[in-house]
């Protein structure tokens, strides 16, 4: 059995493909915050009153694009969080590399896909349905793995 300062080496193929996919995740998310703030300028909404560009402009809370963007960021923070835990967890389990590799592909571009359908270029529903059930479906996959590990 491996131990754990060998799982958790860039040595390890399912643990480099995790940092590599945590970092994709992490860039993609931080691109949320510039997607909100491109969406606020073009809509000219803002939820403080010390942005405004012009005393014209008021506080605006309801501009559907901008809270499209903002739902889709959220929907990344309660999504890839726990990935970001259970998928270092699962490493821990010394998994098959195929199985794993390809698990942690499907939750990074499935959570990509899930942001262009519904805050880049709106698609209708199944295709964010889709996107997101494939993370789910891989990130609960991990989470049994783990706690099935743990257990026994």
Same mark, same amino acid.
């Given at each position: 059995?491996?131990?754990?300062?060998?799982?958790?080496?860039?040595?390890?193929?399912? #643990?480099?493909?995790?940092?590599?996919? +945590?970092?994709?995740?992490?860039?993609?998310? &931080?691109?949320?915050? /510039?997607?909100? %703030? @491109?969406?606020?300028?073009?809509?000219?909404?803002?939820?403080?009153?010390?942005?405004?560009?012009?005393?014209k402009?008021?506080?605006?809370?309801?501009?559907?694009?901008?809270?499209r963007?903002?739902?889709?960021?959220?929907?990344?923070?309660?999504?890839?969080?726990?990935? #970001?835990?259970?998928?270092?967890?699962? +490493?821990?389990?010394?998994?098959?590399?195929? &199985?794993?590799?390809? /698990?942690?592909? %499907? @939750?990074?571009?499935?959570?990509i896909?899930?942001?262009?359908?519904?805050?880049?270029?709106?698609?209708?529903?199944?295709?964010?349905?889709?996107?997101?059930?494939?993370?789910?479906?891989?990130?609960?996959?991990?989470?049994?793995?783990?706690?099935?590990?743990?257990?026994?």
């Open positions: 059995m491996a131990s754990p300062v060998e799982l958790l080496s860039l040595t390890n193929p399912v #643990f480099k493909s995790f940092v590599f996919w +945590v970092g994709v995740l992490v860039i993609k998310m &931080l691109l949320m915050s /510039l997607l909100t %703030a @491109v969406q606020r300028f073009k809509t000219k909404t803002f939820a403080n009153p010390e942005d405004l560009m012009s005393p402009l008021k506080v605006k809370f309801d501009d559907p694009n901008v809270e963007v903002r739902r889709a960021h959220r929907n990344d923070l309660e999504n890839i969080l726990p990935f #970001f835990a259970i998928g270092l967890l699962y +490493v821990l389990t010394n998994p098959s590399a195929w &199985l794993a590799i390809n /698990l942690f592909r %499907a @939750v990074g571009i499935s959570r896909v899930h942001t262009l359908v519904y805050a880049v270029v709106v698609v209708p529903q199944p295709s964010r349905a889709l996107a997101f059930f494939v993370a789910l479906g891989a990130t609960v996959y991990m989470a049994l793995q783990v706690v099935l590990s743990a257990a026994f």
